[in-house]
């Protein structure tokens, strides 16, 4: 199957500084891109949908100047928590919907995740 | 707004043992996928269910989507080890960017 990575795939910062993490589908290119945050012992809570060449589509209750998303190119997408505090601490996961896919059929590929701890 | 019930929350089977995980929708779903999960790491495609009725299986895992489209069993006989993880179901709910909303998860533990 397709392969997404992501970058870095555990980062530690100081409360205050903004920290930037990739999304790059290696194989495939993926027009439109995922973010995810996950709590510990939680399922998945879609954060915003990013299309390439337009502004990302935030879920309700998401800060859009706090997580700025950015997908400049058809192969990567980048997430930027800006003035990161300790609350902002989790798992974020990327994935890019199989762009072969026939109609609603197209499993979405999941990069590694990024493991965010502020401190 | 459309939820998801995944059940149970968590499971430990006896190794070799069949066992069996629920996620039921309060809509009903345009896709059902079901991903597996290891702590820590992205999550692994299992199994997409899209019509009524639909059955599909690989290796030891079956998975199953209701007639009406509202509730689908994932089904492990004979489990192992490697079976170990957390199970999550996914739904397609019919937007146009094709986002998918998540169940909670099932976390399996397989004892030796």
């Known amino acids: 199957g397709a392969v997404v990575s992501q970058h870095p795939s555990w980062v530690i910062c100081k409360s205050g500084t903004s920290v930037k993490i990739e999304c790059r589908s290696l194989d495939f290119q993926a027009t439109t891109m995922f973010w995810y945050r996950q709590f510990p012992k939680k399922s998945l809570m879609l954060m915003a949908t990013?299309?390439?060449?337009?502004?990302?589509?935030?879920e309700q209750g998401v800060e859009k100047d706090k997580f700025l998303i950015n997908h400049a190119s058809l192969t990567l997408s980048t997430l930027t928590v800006t003035s990161a505090h300790p609350e902002d601490s989790s798992f974020y996961i990327c994935?890019?919907?199989?762009?072969?896919?026939?109609?609603?059929?197209?499993?979405?590929?999941f990069g590694p995740g990024t493991r965010l701890t502020v401190t | 707004s459309q939820e998801l019930e995944q059940s149970p929350q968590s499971l430990i089977v006896q190794e070799g043992k069949n066992l069996t995980i629920n996620c039921t929708s309060s809509k009903t779903l345009y896709g059902l996928y079901w991903y597996k999960q290891k702590y820590g790491e992205g999550l692994i495609f299992l199994m997409m269910l899209q019509k009524g009725g639909e059955e599909k299986s690989h290796e030891k895992i079956t998975a199953k989507l209701d007639e009406k489209k509202q509730q689908s069993s994932l089904h492990i006989t004979a489990s192992q080890p490697s079976h170990a993880g957390i199970y999550l179901c996914?739904?397609?709910?019919?937007?146009?960017?094709?986002?998918?909303?998540w169940g909670a998860g099932t976390k399996l533990i397989i004892k030796p």
């Open positions: 990013s299309n390439e060449g337009s502004k990302a589509t935030y």
């Open positions: 996914g739904a397609d709910r019919g937007g146009s960017n094709y986002q998918l909303i």
């Open positions: 994935s890019a919907r199989d762009p072969s896919a026939q109609g609603r059929t197209g499993e979405q590929y």
